[in-house]
């Protein structure tokens, strides 16, 4: 079935260093991908999204890119703040059902 | 402002008295759906609806019910709950038309079953 495979962390950084969190997936048809993050107490907020092969979303200074060759969408920041602490999700979604798949989330701290 | 309503925010109870936690959206969505969120287990689906009078289940529907009679309304119904409920609830809605649609998330509800 479709699977969303991302790395767990904790990542700990330091302000203002470079993040990467790696996400890869498994889909039987075309998916949409998507990062959604969560902050203490809130629910899951809708971070970029990418529908097609090459699509770059971005939002907040966060960047993804859709690469079907490798099926990874990795989400990167150039430069992290202490309020990026958060939990990050990869998610997708294959089906008009809307039925996503969601990875395990990845805990960040950012340190001042 | 469109947004995702749940109540209420924490709930502690005991095994076996039944609860509804609400879901309301004000966004004329056609998809709602009810995850749950466990340490280690990520976000798991539990049930979702696609239109008014059409539910399916999720990965994890045992234990619970939903109902949709209204197009803004998911409840979630635990009839007997048990411990092992215990978790952080989560409803989510979207557009449901297209694949690329966003779901759109409440703030949780945090269930504890005593």
């Known amino acids: 079935g479709d699977s969303v495979t991302q790395m767990e962390g904790p990542v700990t950084l330091s302000e203002e260093a470079f993040l990467t969190i790696n996400c890869t997936y498994t889909a039987t048809g075309y998916p949409s991908l998507f990062w959604y993050v969560q902050y203490p107490g809130e629910g899951l907020q809708l971070l970029l999204k990418a529908t097609k092969a090459d699509d770059k979303g971005s939002n907040k200074g966060f960047e993804a890119t859709y690469r079907k060759e490798t099926t990874s969408f990795h989400l990167e920041k150039g430069s992290v703040q202490v309020s990026d602490s958060a939990v990050y999700f990869c998610?997708?979604?294959?089906?008009?059902?809307?039925?996503?798949?969601f990875g395990p989330g990845t805990r960040l701290s950012v340190l001042p | 402002e469109a947004q995702v309503t749940q109540n209420p925010r924490y709930l502690i109870t005991v095994t076996g008295k039944k609860l509804t936690v609400t879901c309301s959206q004000n966004m004329n969505h056609e998809y709602m759906s009810w995850y749950r969120q466990d340490p280690g287990l990520g976000l798991r689906q539990i049930y979702y609806?696609?239109?008014?009078?059409?539910?399916d289940k999720g990965d994890v529907p045992e234990g619970y019910k939903v109902s949709r009679k209204e197009k803004r309304n998911f409840p979630l119904i635990l009839e007997s709950p048990s411990p092992n409920q215990t978790s952080l609830y989560f409803c989510?809605?979207?557009?449901?038309?297209?694949?690329?649609?966003?779901?759109?998330f409440g703030n949780g509800t945090r269930l504890t079953v005593t």
């Open positions: 989510a809605s979207s557009l449901g038309t297209v694949n690329n649609s966003p779901l759109h």
């Open positions: 998610a997708l979604s294959v089906s008009y059902g809307q039925n996503f798949v």
């Open positions: 609806s696609m239109n008014v009078e059409v539910t």
